[in-house]
């Protein structure tokens, strides 16, 4: 990371991840996609799905979260040289993820009282709860999956963490169908057959992170006297982690925001389902752009810990200039055919129109977010997370949460609350321009240029 040519090297290591990251979005997709087709109950099956989806990202906020703070402290003590620290964060960032799981796992018993919040039908409150509260307490394979592979990313090892994800993307995705329909010789599960798809999936990529972490010489082990808590390799981790965690956490209280406004202030489930569908169909655009900003994390990082200014500064550059090309790609695919994406969940029909015109308006605010999601990721990579977790705030929660509520309010239209994405992101780029220029002045321009 510290020699081969920035693009070159960016690429190489998106690659794995980007195709990870593409199958796992699929796989939210299939769940979707399966539950949103069950006979007689397709829409509320849908609805159900959706309204659980919140918690879900709450789990993967958590897992992600202190995944980055691993990360990017692992990649900071590779560039300095220093393989005890980043045997240390490694072992304490796992013993971290073991911990969250636990406390998600307790939740899981009490996920009732979550869907009463959005709605009265008794049928999507069983639907809803059958399904997250098996996800919820067989969640320890996702929070040790993704801590595997943060590992193996901080060594730059993309490669081999990308393994350990389509193995639980692609085992998902297979067991769908057959444990929701009862295809073969497998039980008709219903709702219940997505959730157990889903955790197998999640329990086998944990195995196979695990031993792809273990076994191989690599430039991090996982030492048993490591797992002892250290309190400085803690606040470390957290110290970019527990930004990440906010920011990936607002997601999820911006999702349940806006069910709650579409379901309660506008008081109908269409809002909520497309809201539902729409989330699950961009990540198909976002996860790319999110796999090759942690591919270029881990080479800013190292840089940044190198002080070679000139990689550093090339490797921001590149990473924005790709993130605007995959979204302009994501902004033809939703302006051209939103009608047949949408379809694909609309058993009786009553969600394309609606969920085509939201989506058209909804994607415009994609190759400004590519802007903000690559500051974020560079701010993030020099140990400023608080940075990112301000700009996260503003664009899911501090602006686009109230915009929503307004625009609903006066207008008193789903459709009009769309636009609160794009007022959003124009409020998080501006801040991290303002935060970038003043990074630049203070600290940036002082680093070393180095070679290319």
């Excluded at 990371?1 to 920035?6: A, D, L, N, S």
């Excluded at 159900?48 to 979260?65: E, K, N, W």
Aim: hydrophobic content about 55%; charged content about 15%.
């Amino acid at each position: 990371m510290g020699t081969q040519p920035i693009g070159k090297l960016l690429f190489g290591m998106s690659i794995p991840l980007v195709i990870s990251m593409l199958v796992q979005a699929l796989y939210n997709v299939v769940d979707s996609y399966f539950v949103s087709n069950m006979e007689l109950i397709g829409n509320k099956a849908l609805n159900a799905i959706s309204l659980a989806y919140p918690i879900q990202m709450l789990m993967v906020a958590f897992s992600v979260g202190t995944g980055v703070g691993m990360n990017a402290y692992i990649s900071r003590c590779l560039g300095m040289g220093d393989h005890e620290k980043a045997d240390r964060g490694a072992a304490n960032g796992m013993l971290l993820l073991f911990v969250t799981s636990l406390v998600f796992t307790a939740l899981g018993f009490f996920t009732e009282p979550f869907f009463k919040l959005f709605t009265d039908d008794p049928e999507i409150l069983e639907l809803g709860t059958s399904y997250l509260r098996i996800c919820m307490i067989f969640c320890l394979g996702i929070f040790i999956q993704i801590g595997g592979e943060r590992i193996l990313q901080g060594m730059g090892k993309n490669n081999l963490s990308m393994i350990a994800q389509l193995v639980g993307a692609v085992t998902n995705i297979v067991l769908d169908p057959m444990l929701i329909y009862g295809i073969g010789f497998f039980p008709e599960l219903g709702m219940r057959g997505a959730a157990v798809a889903t955790v197998i999936g999640q329990w086998l990529g944990m195995v196979i992170a695990l031993l792809l972490v273990i076994c191989g010489k690599h430039e991090v082990t996982l030492k048993l006297k490591n797992f002892r808590p250290d309190k400085k390799t803690v606040a470390e981790i957290y110290r970019v982690g527990a930004p990440s965690i906010i920011m990936q956490s607002i997601g999820s209280v911006m999702t349940v925001g806006l069910n709650a406004i579409f379901s309660r202030i506008l008081a109908g489930e269409t809002g909520v389902s497309i809201t539902g569908v729409y989330f699950k169909i961009q990540s198909i655009i976002f996860m790319p752009v999110f796999g090759m900003t942690n591919a270029a994390m881990s080479i800013m990082a190292f840089n940044y810990g190198a002080a070679n200014r000139r990689r550093l500064m090339r490797a921001l550059k590149l990473t924005i200039i790709s993130a605007v090309l995959i979204m302009l790609a994501g902004v033809l695919i939703f302006e051209l055919a939103p009608e047949r994406i949408v379809a694909l969940f609309d058993k009786n029909g009553s969600l394309t129109e609606p969920g085509a015109h939201a989506f058209r308006i909804i994607c415009l605010h994609f190759p400004i977010a590519a802007i903000g999601i690559s500051l974020s990721t560079f701010f993030q990579s020099l140990g400023r997370g608080i940075h990112s977790m301000v700009m996260s705030i503003l664009r899911q929660l501090g602006v686009l949460l109230p915009s929503a509520l307004i625009l609903a309010l006066i207008f008193r239209s789903v459709d009009a609350v769309w636009w609160c994405f794009i007022v959003a992101e124009f409020a998080s780029v501006g801040y991290g321009s303002i935060v970038y220029k003043k990074l630049w002045k203070n600290e940036l321009s002082l680093i070393p240029e180095g070679a290319e």
